[in-house]
């Protein structure tokens, strides 16, 4: 596609090349148009119609929206913004410098803009900083037909029909009323009669994966939002939930693999590779001087490893099989917490739990590794086998158990402390369940191998 | 609510419990239901009317409905399942024993019958196991009243009625019309003339993953689901490929932690201590195997720790620090693959952008863990110093960039093989790079240090 569309440009068969962008979706277009030189973008984009090109303008790349803001005339700037719904404006306009946005503001209407400033205020991870504007609202004591009226003269302009919201004349919010429901309603009834009027809603400043979760749990495609009197003031809708949800599990991932999120929607070629280091270093400096103080153990302990060398050759597997064990147990109870199946009040449950699970698999980890043991060193004179296997096998069992309770502790705890619990992940349970097993594996030895 | 819920039962005042439920949204009736014994639930669940009844028992766990099952007339079996989409059906289906399945089949109609036993064929990964078969089927040719006619005899069992389909006589799918394009149109225009033809759709055999991707992408609330003949068979709803989505995370992150996912939806706290046992198990013992290797670099190099003993400290460090570079990009990479962002043939251009992030992030590291070897070490009278300094240093900055290369090599490789580039996170790489990253320690210290 990308071969063809550059082959058109190039002998300036723009109709051919029209048509065949009239083929494709929106989604596709603005993914061939990132693929495009920066001459290449604004020749191709004006040959779409109005509308498709707002819907295109939308899913194009920062870097290129911001480089067609300052290829546009202010006629087709209105154009294209005149055509968008709010949250897409909204989600734009924050991620331009102050003067794309002085002059994009210059170009819509003072309600418009009145609207967009007040969208903005919202806090960037509140339920009004996704939400729309542009809703169908219902009137109480409208009939079905009126109902049908008011759809057909706000529906080209709002960003969904499938449910209507019912206000009082105060514009509280009274109830909503499915697309499906009025369909199948005779045209004379009161709306008020056949909606739903144990209505769901969130609050503007609400957090907006609080307002994803309640649309999966409930099955929404929409969401009312409404102000601290309860007036409705926007939507949510579906498709922005999905980002929300989205953006939340990355940084969950981010995270748990000691990578410091940040807000940018880049991809990973996209994003320079200054800032993959910067979001990296913090965490690799604070684990690496963490680690330190495993070393200390370590240091401690010398006189003791000399005497049984061999000792040292177990110290990766013992804290290799900790750090597995801390974030096996450490990410179950993270994504537990992140999707509401636990709380902190289960925290003597999970432990409960995780020291019957470390029961079974240490006691499962100690017997295959003592065989392993004695296949390998059955036949050595320097040390008795059957010591060592003994020691390293009650430590595997009492780094499991250790390891487990850590793993599982920490992230209940950060939630308690309201802290992110994946910040409770892998990178940082590993530190700190290593410098525990090097301690229970020598003070084991000591005491089995009055070392 | 479980208080008061219990309090009602106790004091027969079912009138009350009715009004109080009829109050509550489906899910969060099911919340209540699982939270009570197994003689309340059917008592609560009988008090439900007809229609939220069956939307309730979508919600509750899978043991509750098969107690309820259990505890049905033939006749409430065929109330509650008359109300079922389809796709409720058979995920009801998929989690019972196979005498629960034939009760409820012999309650349905062969119509029914025979279409639950087609979904049922699909494998469980496949669009066609998602989808559902009520949608709003339009003729080519009809006109905007007669599709709304139509809508409205089909509306009540569809499960949305926000896009509808067109077909042609052979059932193969031509276009797709929104509510609100017909809404908008005359109602004796022709809805072959208004109707989106360009329209995207799935196979039946698309993977279900691709399925919830391409909805997203394409913001669907609705994806039509066509046959090898493009005959329209279905459709998949937005809360379906949210699920989905949900689903594939949740086995992305249990992978990434070195856990075997399984297809139970029980949360944490409802999975046997056995179950989470067997999941975890299978990776620690692999993984505790592989770490015997790192154990027998150190006994090959076991002479030269003796006589600097002060090297053994160290090895906590540049094995965790090694460890976490390596998870940091194996976990951008996989999210990059698993979001499209990243494809196989971008191999080369990831591993040099690693290699840019690991000399940037290396030589920071091993400046700082200079400065503390120093200020930790400045009098020690045992060993130089700046010797020590400078290996750790040089090991520290190839550890991070081998580490980094093999983290993002691993899952783009994996990918190549049409495995699940999850399996190639934290774990599995850290114990790859841990031997790596001893292995240099122990090569850069002979050469420097002359033992």
Redesign the interface.
Known sequence: MLEKTRELIRSKQYNQLKEML????A?DIAMLLDELTPLEIPLVFRLLPKELAAEVFVYIKNDNQEMLIKNFSDSELKDVFGDLYMDDIVDILEEMPASVVKRILAQTGSETRATINQLLQYGSESAGSIMTTEYVGLKSGMTVKQA?DK??KQ??DSET??TCYVTAADRKLLGAIS??TL??ADPDDVIDDIMED?V?SVKTGDDREFVANQM????F?AMPVVDNENRLVGIVT??DA?DV??DE??E???L????QPDDSED???DTP??V??KN??M???F???S??F???I??KY?DK??TI??L??????L???G???G??S????I??LA?N??SAK?LL??IF?EM??SL??GA??AV??SV?IFI?YHNSTEFATASIAVVVGITLMLTVLVSKIVGCTLPIIASKLRLDPAIMA??LI??IV?ACS?LIFFNIAAMLLNI
Chains 1, 2 share one sequence.
């Open positions: 009239s083929d494709i979706q989604p049908f759809i057909r529906g080209l029909v499938y697309i499906r369909l199948l144990n769901i999966k749990k409930y099955d495609v579906i498709d999905v949800i989205e599990t990355e969950d991932f981010a748990m693999a000691g990578i991809s990973y070629l590779v200054l993959h280091a990296r270093i965490w690799l400096l684990l690496m001087l680690a330190t495993t070393g200390l370590i240091t010398q490893l000399l060398p061999i040292t050759s177990f110290i990766p597997m804290m290799d099989t750090g597995n064990c974030s096996q450490s990410t179950v109870v994504r537990g999707l199946e636990l289960d449950k999970v739990k019957r699970i079974v698999v499962i980890l295959v590794n392993r390998m892998a990178p590993t530190t290593d090097i």
